[in-house]
């Protein structure tokens, strides 16, 4: 957003940079940190909390600035008004800060992000997520609480699910109505895991776990539930279709059923090997012959659909932007629109045992695959994102989808409330009576 830069330059003129908390001190959140402290004018950060302080202490030194531990909101406002960044492993300390207009949530935890999200809401902070995982298991609940409490609840530009949402109400403007949001992968093979992904992990200075829920499809399934619930679409089939396409980005339009994906109000879907690659890619339609003849000239071809495509995602270096917008135009770069349309399942990666306490995403023991909402709650699916620390009830067979009655969930977690709370908003009570029947007391 072109107007964000002259915002935050009056800011810097003014001397009130938007003030902005970091939860999370890995790889995305080092990104982050040094292109805030460096290259936005107008936006300060005012500190970092991770439960490891000295990591929060390390990634604001690597960045050029001077950290300084912080044990209250208070000691957060001295210490920012000396041009230093708190470091805490409390992030409640961050939330009592004057300072902090928004929180960026890094971790990528969804139990971890429930909490946060909900004390962010309770502070009256905005929150940026770079954590898709909590979003695509809770955010229709929690944007409805955000809403409530007058705050903004955005998933972030840069990020895949913001760059497509960008390009949707881009096209969406000019007139076109989106049939087709897509992703663009390198790389998808279900069975990945920490160790077949440690070589490629350790050359980037990231996290195999990560690392693996991006080569097994989760990672691209989150995203794509986002962009379903955010922008109003759906899935051809449970994990999409997902075809192999090494040719141009622009050739998807010939691809495509387009009576197929007008009776579906439009899809989520990815390709593997499309060029420009790494990006994102919409297809659309305009029902205005005589904008069609206009589209003809300008190259986009004879339609139905045509191409719209951005050919990379920048990550950690467009979250500002999305701070920005939450702070100073109110405006969300992606949010879910309602009721989910689309969520993300759990399926075994290989045999499993009854007994087998499931590992977290992009580990050895499942996959997460796209699937329409409602057949998630009707047939009682166990989605990804509450799997970790399951218990299973009885021998999973792999490439299996696991179910609400396959596992005995772990006591008292937040999330699981907050699921049920979430299919009975929206669904109805069954599939949270379920929850409750299989969780262990």
Not at 138 to 152: E, F, H, K, N, S
Not at 162 to 186: C, D, S, W
Not at 215 to 242: C, F, I, P, W, Y
Not at 344 to 355: H, R, Y
């Amino acid at each position: 957003m072109i107007v964000v830069d002259t915002l935050l330059q009056q800011r810097q003129t003014e001397g009130r940079p938007v003030g902005m908390g970091l939860v999370g001190a890995g790889f995305m959140a080092r990104g982050l940190v040094n292109q805030v402290v460096n290259s936005t004018p107008g936006m300060q950060l005012v500190g970092v909390s991770n439960r490891t302080p000295s990591r929060a202490h390390d990634i604001v030194t690597e960045a050029g600035a001077v950290p300084a531990a912080a044990e209250s909101g208070s000691a957060v406002d001295r210490i920012a008004a000396r041009g230093e960044v708190a470091v805490t492993d409390d992030f409640s300390v961050l939330l009592a800060s004057d300072r902090v207009d928004v929180v960026v949530d890094a971790t990528g935890s969804v139990p971890f992000g429930a909490e946060l999200a909900l004390a962010c809401i309770a502070a009256g902070k905005h929150l940026v997520l770079l954590n898709a995982e909590v979003d695509a298991t809770l955010g229709p609940l929690l944007v409805t609480r955000a809403d409530a409490a007058g705050i903004v609840y955005t998933g972030a530009d840069g990020d895949q699910p913001g760059v497509q949402m960008n390009l949707i109400r881009f096209v969406r403007q000019l007139g076109l109505t989106p049939r087709v949001a897509g992703n663009i992968k390198g790389l998808q093979d279900p069975y990945r895991n920490p160790t077949t992904q440690e070589g490629f992990a350790k050359r980037w200075g990231q996290d195999p776990w990560m690392v693996t829920s991006f080569a097994d499809g989760t990672k691209v399934s989150v995203e794509q539930a986002l962009v379903a619930n955010a922008a109003g679409l759906t899935v051809h089939e449970r994990g999409m279709l997902g075809m192999d396409h090494t040719g141009h980005v622009d050739e998807l339009t010939g691809v495509y059923d387009v009576e197929e994906l007008r009776a579906l109000g439009g899809a989520v879907d990815y390709v593997v090997g499309a060029k420009p690659g790494p990006g994102v890619y919409v297809l659309a339609e305009h029902d205005d012959p005589k904008q069609r003849h206009y589209l003809e000239l300008y190259k986009l071809g004879t339609g139905p659909l045509y191409s719209f495509y951005t050919p990379y995602h920048l990550c950690h270096f467009e979250v500002p932007t999305t701070v920005a917008r939450a702070a100073l135009l109110g405006d969300a770069t992606i949010r879910p629109a309602g009721a989910p349309l689309v969520d993300v399942v759990t399926v075994a990666k290989t045999d499993l045992a009854a007994g087998t306490e499931l590992d977290r995403p992009g580990g050895y023991h499942y996959y997460g695959e796209a699937e329409r909402a409602d057949v998630t709650h009707g047939s009682g699916l166990l989605p990804v994102g509450l799997a970790e620390g399951a218990r299973l009830l009885r021998d999973v067979a792999k490439d299996e989808v696991i179910r609400y009655g396959d596992v005995e969930l772990p006591a008292g977690r937040l999330v699981d409330r907050l699921r049920a709370e979430q299919d009975e908003l929206f669904f109805g009570s069954a599939a949270a009576d379920e929850a409750r029947a299989t969780t262990a007391p």
